[in-house]
């Protein structure tokens, strides 16, 4: 449904639209209002815009075609006189946004030379019109500012997932407590994800928060204020699809109630901050809030980001990975020297060097990666940058889980003899993954001949049968002491009471030591 700025004429009028008009599709809709009867008259150099558009695979290329389409099965039908007049563009396209203004005012001046009236969805294009004293109408939205595929989105509506001759359906819940729920029973039409998708097109050319992040052949990734909208068509998907997700809640960080310890850490030591989780779990919510948290203890905060879905305050810049390359926003944010930098979904070789590259250079880095599980974050980085180099780039992983800190990594660089391994020669460097809150060490990264290896120690442990069999000599030995096997090491506790007793034994505990080849450590207790 549209309304009308301007007034109609009656009888024989022809109608000349603008390429605003043709690809949000407004001429097909007022001919089925019964709005526009008579002659409809099309530029020859909008069609020229509009295969060069299609030609780069640009929805807006393809909207506009569809629309030309729709009105000459109008004129077959006599609902209409259609016609096609006027002179192609001359030379190449170069500039296109000189090209498109420079058609709009060839497609202005017709109207006005042959007394028609202009068809425009562009409200500058409306303006200039009625200053020339050119009949023209301006097709809107009836509810300004709210976009057609909005009215599917409820207060608690994560994401709606819209596909041609397919019924609507959304996530409704939260991170991690969700359920699809069908919006109707009846299949949308390609006109209408169209239409939608020419909506969305056309919004991100007034809208001073909606940018193109992404137009291939094929789709369209945007960002509309707090909606990121991926938009696919034939012949990269089976039908138009239109998926939008946007955040239900923006939190600060005092919201998580994160333990003591994990603030003070992110405080004053961490600075390569790895932040992880699966698909749709808050990850981005949780970095958002780091980055104000940031901001506000006054560190100087940017964001690498694909799309920029971010919301953030004005304080915070972001960049688009898509408008410039790895070399220029590597240059950049080395001499504007920002605090920290956030660099939201890494997925590929260039981003995680990216990222290390900064990290080393200095800069306080929070990434942002898909993952299952906390140490297949960290496993992300190997065969990236060499083994030694994870822990001076990574200091700190925050594994996310319905959308709350689900687990904490520290990850360090040591020399020793990896868990498990019995010859003394076998030592080497290591790096250790241990659980931030109680120090208990989880993962061992390490090479092992040309293999790098993860090693799950905490498996490990309790499950070594050389562990079972040295508590189980020394109990025979040592009956009345308490066994146990704590941080690598068998832990004999005695009381100061039975020292005098045991004395001697302690020093065949050296033996079973050097035997087994793992540490027995004496605890005197009063």
Known sequence: MVWIVGFRIAGETVYIPDLSALTQGAVSRLISEGRVVGKVVIHRSLIQILEYHASKGRVIGYTGLEEVKRLREHSDSGTIGLEITGERLKGPITDEEQVVNEVNAVVREYAYSVNGVLITGSELQYQVAKAMGVQVILVRDREQGRLGFERFFTENTMSIHLKEGVAPVAKVGRPGEWRFTRLGDKPLTRQEIEEMANEIIEATRSRSDAFIEIDRAGSTIVQLGSYRIVITRPPLSDGWEIT???????????????????????????????????????????????????????????????????????????????????????????????????????????????????????????????????????????????????????????????????????????????????????????????????????????????????????????????????????????????????????????????????????????????????????????
């Open 244 to 526: 939008a997700v946007r955040p239900l809640k923006k939190l600060r960080l005092e919201d998580y109630n994160l333990p003591e310890e994990l603030v003070k850490r992110l405080n004053e030591r961490a600075e390569g901050i790895l932040i992880a989780g699966a698909p749709g779990m808050g990850k981005t919510t949780f970095a958002q809030a780091l980055a104000e948290y940031y901001m506000r203890m006054n560190k100087v905060v940017k964001t690498v980001e694909s799309p920029r879905d971010m919301m953030l305050p004005p304080d915070i810049t972001q960049y688009s990975k898509h408008y410039a390359d790895i070399g220029e926003l590597h240059d950049i944010l080395l001499l504007s020297r920002p605090d920290y930098t956030v660099f939201d979904e890494m997925r590929t070789d260039e981003d995680f060097k990216l990222f290390a590259d900064l990290r080393l250079a200095g800069i306080g880095m929070i990434g942002v990666v898909h993952a299952t599980s906390p140490i297949d974050a960290v496993q992300r980085f190997i065969g990236r940058v060499e083994l030694g180099m994870i822990p001076s780039i990574i200091d700190t992983v925050i594994f996310i889980r319905n959308g709350q800190v689900d687990k904490v990594y520290e990850v360090k660089m040591t020399v020793k003899l990896p868990t498990g391994l019995r010859e003394a020669e076998l030592s080497r460097p290591v790096v250790e993954v241990r659980d931030f809150l109680t120090g208990e060490l989880e993962y061992e990264i390490y090479t092992f001949g040309e293999q790098t290896v993860v090693v799950p120690v905490k498996k490990l442990k309790g499950k070594h049968p050389t562990h079972e069999k040295v508590i189980e000599e020394l109990g025979k030995l040592m009956p009345e002491a308490d066994i146990r096997f704590e941080n690598d090491a068998i832990v004999v506790s005695i009381t100061r009471s039975d020292l005098r007793k045991y004395n001697k034994k302690i020093k065949r505990l050296r033996k079973i030591e050097e035997k087994y080849n793992l540490p027995i450590r004496v605890r005197i207790e009063e």
